[in-house]
T-cell receptor
């Protein structure tokens, strides 16, 4: 069974640009969430999607957005990149049926220069 | 208030010894789940163990066990027979409610296993 796949693994962007990150959950998992990890702020929740609907959203500006497709794959987009957006972005997937496990991908390391 | 508190920024343990990583949590939701993850330098978050708030027994997964003390709101991870490959960051996380993927994470503990 394939794990959670995030692409790309590494990304370098210039301030002001936009970026799209992708997450393919484990087959059969319909819940996907995104996290930002930085040395200063630690792991912070961005948003959660379930069956193509955003279920929860963290305290991030509107420049951060996401979506989920009918096959449960999810994308997150960051527009007008700032230096402070440099981080490891992690995606997690889980089964909706009283899940006792949530699996993360390897993350996308975004560097904004 | 912090939802998850990990008070040990760094820990050292001798190979083959046991080590306990501390985690306390704060929630008013009677239904919650507690998770521990390992994050090596590669960045991937590796699921280790889960404890539900209604579980009567402490969770165990191989060399990992979770010392769940509900009244004290603590969920310490015990790693027995430490191995060099256990050197990594360890994160305690909580999910309020029994489903979903919104986790609150602690600041992590960096564990170093000494040969």
């Amino acid at each position: 069974k394939a794990g959670v796949t995030q692409t790309p693994r590494y990304l370098i962007k210039t301030r002001g640009q936009q970026v799209t990150l992708s997450c393919s959950p484990i087959s059969g998992h319909r819940s996907v969430s995104w996290y930002q990890q930085t040395p200063g702020q630690g792991l912070q929740f961005l948003f959660e999607y379930f069956s193509e609907t955003q279920r929860n959203k963290g305290n991030f500006p509107g420049r951060f957005s996401g979506r989920q497709f009918s096959n449960s794959r999810s994308e997150m987009n960051v527009s007008t990149l700032e230096l402070g957006d440099s981080a490891l972005y992690l995606c997690a997937s889980s089964s909706p049926d009283g899940n006792t496990e949530a699996f993360f991908g390897q993350g996308t390391r975004l560097t904004v220069v | 208030a912090q939802k998850i508190t990990q008070t040990q920024p760094g820990m050292f343990v001798q190979e083959k010894e046991a080590v306990t990583l501390d985690c306390t949590y704060d929630t008013s939701d009677p239904s919650y789940g507690l998770f521990w993850y390992k994050q090596p330098s590669s960045g991937e978050m590796i699921f280790l163990i889960y404890q539900g708030s209604y579980d009567q027994q402490n969770a165990t997964e191989g060399r990992y066990s979770l010392n769940f003390q509900k009244a004290r709101k603590s969920a310490n991870l015990v790693i027995s027979a430490s191995q060099l490959g256990d050197s990594a960051m360890y994160f305690c996380a909580m999910r309020e409610g029994m489903t979903g993927n919104q986790f609150y994470f602690g600041t992590g503990t960096s564990l170093t296993v000494i040969p």
